[in-house]
């Protein structure tokens, strides 16, 4: 497994590197081929948030975590943690595909439709559309995603019911979810 860093305002310490590539080391029980994997480590400090972001890559597998704390050290293990239950949801659901025949959801294709308001009081135009197939994910990977990223919502295909739902984030902090209405 190759493992690569990259510091961000601080100095590097052999000791982290060790300490990582020991975290790191427990990973390669997911995969099979270990030798194919790499990690990209990118750390960084903002004055008192230790900050790392990690990109695993394996035999057609990209998995990225991200976590900040108050200490370096910490912040391995959180994203440790993150990394190993993602890797985890992966392969229980190639298990799950296996043992249902191979037979995956169907994705669907949606269109998203883009808009803006030409002059005051004038109705709106559609300037764009664009298509995407949503990812099959559960609920709480979904969740996951959403709260690496700085969307405030995720369209995803729900691997519970191969149906297209929406995950978006309140204003209290809550997430919520929107399903079609034969799924509830």
Do not use: C
């Not at 194919?36 to 890559?57: C, G, P, Q, W, Y």
């Amino acid at each position: 497994m190759n493992i690569s860093y990259t510091f961000k305002n601080f100095e590097p310490s052999e000791h982290l590197k060790k300490y990582a590539a020991r975290r790191f080391e427990k990973l390669t029980r997911f995969i099979p081929k270990a030798d194919t994997a790499d990690i990209s480590v990118n750390m960084s400090v903002d004055k008192f948030r230790h900050k790392i972001e990690v990109l695993f890559t394996g035999d057609s597998l990209n998995v990225s975590a991200m976590e900040t704390s108050q200490d370096m050290y910490a912040s391995v293990d959180m994203v440790l943690d993150k990394l190993e239950s993602q890797l985890k949801k992966h392969f229980e659901k190639i298990k799950e595909k296996r043992r249902s025949g191979g037979k995956a959801p169907v994705a669907s294709e949606i269109e998203v439709f883009s808009y803006q308001a030409v002059g005051e009081g004038s109705n709106r135009q559609i300037v764009g559309v664009d298509y995407f197939e949503p990812k099959p994910m559960h609920v709480d990977e979904a969740a996951m995603q959403l709260d690496q990223r700085d969307d405030d919502f995720l369209v995803f295909l729900n691997a519970e019911t191969d149906s297209v739902s929406v995950l978006y984030k309140r204003s209290n902090g809550s997430l919520g979810l929107i399903v079609p209405p034969a799924n509830r």
